[in-house]
């Protein structure tokens, strides 16, 4: 809810400005103006580098997967080993998803048109959830020729030098992975994320093929097959993890962490902000966030006074995390008496109420004669509960008022 004493105001880089009044009390002023500094263009540099790292970086995956795989599988075909063609079939399928990792990043980088005004940045999202559903394949695929190995238990010609090419390959792929995960968290990119955890997954594969092919050279016992079982496992919690992490991405996941504690400490430090709260973050891509956050500010400053202010803040937050966010604000005068009165009431009830998180926005309007409060909960309690304990609680301190609870949800988290 945007409540203010005397207006509400919506700070949106991208558009004009334009006010509607209501009895007093506006609804609106949605301030559409762009900024010099904080530009789409700008912003499209920033998003073009990156990518094109993101692509040098999938073109090494591939590349070396490629090698690896290649080599492991001419092994596993000459020795027989079912665990070293498993192992080789990963990491084939880790060079196709490295393509389809640029793939996805070129189709991201297309610019916005008119059916897609925010860009195409959730194309990487879909390209992470194609690559868990091939790794999921993969895995089947291992694991029902692994069972099929442990019956048939076939003879295996390994020697020393099969040995030595199987360590020389966990090496690299730990290197890879190391590489290409940072990278992924540098980035900022879900799926050189998963495809540098895939890597490291792929080196405790190799271990296992490693151990299993040992264990037959000095012992003459094939434990083969079980190890292409075991490894087949790990591709397949590799592909639910993916998965799972996309679809978390697709759904719409609360933000958390840096990102959000970032956001509030420029608005907090803002001058005649007061403080913040309702933080929302809309995912458009792993480079491009837009979104609102609503801020108290003292209820002498004038709109005039506050706009410059605002920009300055807004511009810093998309400086440092490329987040195009509006500004909402309350008006709040923390000297009045009543006000005093209503906030130390709310501090109570939240004090008693485990499933409230914050409340704010306290505007006591005396042409409506109506209190105004947000109130923010977490999900483990009915919105009607709290608006009628917050009603019992204002009315017998101030019952020629009218009471308006609004509910906020804690969209994002520090």
Known sequence: MWVVYDFTIVYNPFLCYHMCLNNGRSRYLNIIKMSERVTSSNFRIDANER??????????????????????????????????????????????????????????????????????????????????????????????????????????????????????????????????????????????????????????????????????????????????????????????????????????????????????EIARGTEGVINCFDLILNDYGPDFYTGSINVEIEDNRSIGEMYPILHEAQTKIYNKYNVFLVFGFYAVDINDERYKKIKSLLQNYEDNERHIINYHGIVIDEKDMTIYCDLTKDFDIAPQTIIDNVNRILKAEFPRYNIHVNIDTEFTGE
């Open 51 to 264: 990518r094109k790292k993101i692509i040098f970086i999938a073109v090494v995956g591939i590349i070396t997967n490629l090698f690896l795989g290649i080599l492991k599988a001419v092994l596993g075909i000459l020795s027989g080993s079912i665990a070293l063609v498993s192992d080789a079939l990963n990491n084939i399928t880790d060079s196709s998803s490295s393509l389809i990792t640029i793939i996805g990043t070129k189709l991201a980088s297309k610019a916005p048109d008119k059916q897609h005004p925010f860009g195409h940045g959730r194309t990487e999202y879909l390209t992470s959830l194609l690559i868990g559903g091939i790794v999921l394949l993969t895995g089947f695929q291992s694991f029902i020729s692994s069972v099929k190995a442990v019956f048939n238990n076939e003879e295996i010609k390994t020697n020393v030098v099969t040995i030595i090419i199987i360590i020389a390959t966990i090496i690299a792929k730990i290197i890879l992975g190391i590489y290409t995960e940072n990278s992924g968290k540098r980035y900022n990119s879900g799926a050189l994320q998963a495809s540098g955890a895939d890597a490291k997954n792929d080196a405790i594969v190799s271990v296992v093929t490693l151990i299993s092919t040992a264990v037959y050279i000095f012992t003459k016992i094939s434990i083969d097959g079980i190890a292409g079982i075991i490894i087949s496992l790990f591709i397949l919690k590799a592909a639910y993890e993916i998965l799972s992490d996309t679809i978390k991405k697709i759904l719409g996941e609360r933000v958390d962490g840096d990102i959000v504690r970032g956001i509030k």
